[in-house]
T-cell receptor, first 115, second 112 residues
Framework: GAGVSQSPRYKVAKRGQDVALRCDPI?????LFWYQQALGQGPEFLTY????????KSGLPSDRFFAERPEGSVSTLKIQRTQQEDSAVYLC?????????????FGPGTRLLVL | DAKTTQPNSMESNEEEPVHLPCNHS???????IHWYRQLPSQGPEYVIH???SNVNNRMASLAIAEDRKSSTLILHRATLRDAAVYYC?????????????FGQGTTLQVKP
């Protein structure tokens, strides 16, 4: 079946520009996660949705970062007034229903470069 | 969250077995041991998971120590396509959301 898809795959933004990154999870997956991966580092958690509810946003680095999932399926990560330190790969993952064993399935990521 | 420790890098020859170790001495009784790998320019990919018993699937085997404080991911015959960063992650336990906490992982190089 179809996996997690993300768009765009690559985004170049000028400093100060707003960007929106899209994630289409696997159909039927109620849990959705966003991660940020800096060059040479492991992914770091940003935020978590269960259906349309954002239950954990503790990893969002600043109030310039905003995520939504209004209908409980597609999610958008928005970064306002981008800065050079926002340059990273943004990964989306979804997880099937059930509490165990919490396996997540990742998309290919969006590589963001802020100039 | 319980932490894992892995070597930064390992090398293997093609078609030879590879044993990737992971220490997780603070694992709780409800934590699953997950392995993901990340090929260049791709998102992390699920490899295998286990709780107490050893596990096998088409990609790899997972050997879990009896005290569960360490585990080993086994690739039976490494190929060039197995060159990736391998992450050992504990899930469940105290995390209600199941968010994954990645460390640096082990970068596996496979030599032809």
């Amino acid at each position: 079946g179809a996996g997690v898809s993300q768009s765009p795959r690559y985004k170049v933004a000028k400093r100060g520009q707003d960007v929106a990154l899209r994630c289409d999870p696997i159909s039927g997956h109620v849990s959705l996660f966003w991660y940020q991966q800096a060059l040479g580092q492991g992914p770091e958690f940003l935020t978590y949705f269960q259906n349309e509810a954002q239950l954990d946003k503790s990893g969002l680095p600043s109030d310039r970062f905003f995520a939504e999932r209004p209908e409980g399926s597609v999610s958008t990560l928005k970064i306002q007034r981008t800065q050079q330190e926002d340059s990273a790969v943004y990964l989306c993952a979804s997880r099937p229903p059930g509490s165990r064993p919490m396996t997540q399935y990742f998309g290919p990521g969006t590589r963001l470069l802020v100039l | 969250d319980a932490k894992t420790t892995q070597p930064n890098s390992m090398e293997s020859n093609e078609e030879e077995p590879v044993h990737l170790p992971c220490n997780h001495s603070t694992i709780s009784g409800t934590d699953y041991i997950h392995w993901y790998r990340q090929l260049p320019s791709q998102g992390p990919e699920y490899v295998i998971h286990g709780l107490t018993s050893n596990v096998n699937n088409r990609m790899a085997s997972l050997a879990i120590a009896e005290d569960r404080k360490s585990s080993t991911l086994i690739l039976h015959r490494a190929t060039l396509r197995d060159a990736a960063v391998y992450y050992c992650i504990l899930t469940g336990g105290s995390s209600n959301t199941g968010k994954l906490i990645f460390g640096q992982g082990t970068t596996l190089q496979v030599k032809p």
